[in-house]
């Protein structure tokens, strides 16, 4: 049994078109390659509705291309001060 010690707040994929940030969708789980890695080319087969600002919608109309990218959001260390500040401390590299 594994002790899990970080949790992960999620993923969001980001929209662009033409090389412009359009808008995301947010993701509970991913499991494939993230960042640059994850960058994909596509054309939208229907409309695909993305989330620009806070009550903002953005559409991509079917045949245009675009691009996405998945991007992990921030997480948290689990566990109590004295745990953390431990992990931290324990964790540095010495040069």
Not at 76 to 86: F, V
């Amino acid at each position: 049994m594994t002790h899990q010690i970080f949790k992960n707040l999620g993923y969001h994929k980001d929209f662009y078109l033409n090389g412009k940030y359009v808008g995301h969708h947010k993701l509970e789980t991913y499991n494939g390659k993230c960042g640059y890695a994850s960058k994909k080319n596509l054309i939208a087969n229907t409309d695909i509705i993305i989330d620009k600002s806070l009550n903002k919608k953005f559409v991509i109309k079917q045949g245009q291309h675009y691009t996405t990218q998945i991007i992990p959001l921030c997480g948290r260390l689990i566990g109590t001060q004295k745990e953390k500040l431990n992990l931290l401390a324990n964790s540095r590299l010495n040069f």
